[in-house]
């Protein structure tokens, strides 16, 4: 296995989890300290809730992007415009990191900076590759 194919299996596990999370935050479980600068505790309101369930899209398609990066699924875009969306979710990320990293919530900083530093890693892994 080159690494490519490890940084995505990395990613898809990354966003399958986050994923994962979203749903849970749409059904109303009580995690609202470590989402959106933690400024709900409990669950979310409905407003938050539709941004968890958008959320819920993008980790979906990041997974699916990073399965045909590893080989898994087939790569629906040519070359150039696969290096486009490789640098474009790499950027995703970074901003993911920032947002987080300075978050008021310190719940949300612990949980999230160390699995977005890892992603960030890995998209960039791929990216360059």
Known sequence: MNVVTVASLIV???????????????????WGEYTMGGQKKGPLPTQLRVGAAVSVVIM???????LAQAGVLPTLLDPSWNTVVNWIWFG??????????????????????????ISTICTLLVALN
Do not use: D
């Open 12 to 30: 898809v596990v990354i966003s399958l989890g986050v994923f994962a999370f979203q749903i849970a935050l749409v059904a109303g479980a009580p």
């Open 60 to 66: 979906l398609a990041q997974a699916g992007h990073y």
């Open 92 to 117: 995703f990320t970074v901003a993911g990191l920032i947002m987080n990293s300075i978050s008021r919530s310190k719940k949300e900083r612990n949980t999230w900076v160390p699995v977005l530093l």
